[in-house]
């Protein structure tokens, strides 16, 4: 069993978001798929009870019981655990890298969001753990150019040294609109936002299932 951990310490980054839609990209391509949801609000719990059609397990935790949770998904026999981390718990988020087999970072591309950023590749870094740096709420390129707000963003990852993510989420109304009922925006009629979506799973999955042993057992 794989574990991915998603998180952003600043709040507002589109985390939920993003674990969401990776959890529905991997239940669609057939993988048996578990979300641990550590943040108290109960968001993905909630977005899930939402859908009509079967859709990832979902169960609710915090840190301190979150090794017990990954043991659980494990003897329930599933192939990839995503753990929905909360904004701000420095702890717990702490205690989902060392579990995980990829902690995918997400930020926003703005000067704020990449300055929170850099406890958490600290984190990372002193622990020894593989990670990639999702973008997300990026204005849409114009004839394929990229707008200088992502520019920047780019350079300031750059500068940081994080791994960026291949794929790039751009600012869409339809990611929010499908999770209101449950369902990814791969199952919604914008073909961009599931061009995005597919993309996104790709470089996450890949980037998992590299993941070396001496980094799993951390």
């Not at 655990?81 to 087999?101: H, K, S």
């Not at 995005?196 to 890949?206: F, M, P, Q, R």
Request: net charge neutral; with cysteine.
């Amino acid at each position: 069993m794989r574990t991915v951990a998603v998180i952003a310490l600043k709040g507002g980054s589109g985390k939920t978001t993003v674990a969401s839609h990776l959890a529905l990209a991997a239940h669609r391509r057939g993988v048996d798929t578990m979300v641990i949801d550590l943040d108290p609000q109960h968001s993905i719990q909630s977005i899930f009870s939402a859908r009509a059609d079967p859709g990832p397990a979902c169960v609710t935790s915090t840190g301190p019981k979150l090794m017990s949770a990954q043991y659980a998904a494990l003897g329930l026999g599933k192939q990839l655990l995503i753990i929905d981390t909360q904004a701000g718990a420095v702890e717990d988020v702490t205690e989902a890298v060392v579990l995980a087999d990829l902690s995918v970072l997400v930020v926003r591309p703005t000067l704020l969001d990449l300055a929170g950023l850099v406890p958490t590749l600290n984190l990372v870094r002193r622990l020894s753990k593989p990670a990639l740096v999702v973008m997300n709420q990026a204005p849409a390129a114009r004839e394929g150019v990229e707008s200088p707000l992502v520019k920047r963003a780019m350079r300031g990852l750059e500068y940081l040294q994080a791994p960026p993510a291949p794929a790039i989420l751009r600012a869409r109304t339809i990611y929010q609109t499908a999770l209101e009922t449950g369902r990814s925006a791969e199952e919604m009629w914008d073909k961009a936002a599931a061009r995005e979506i597919a993309a996104l799973w790709k470089c996450v999955d890949n980037a998992a299932a590299a993941s070396p042993p001496e980094a799993r057992e951390a």
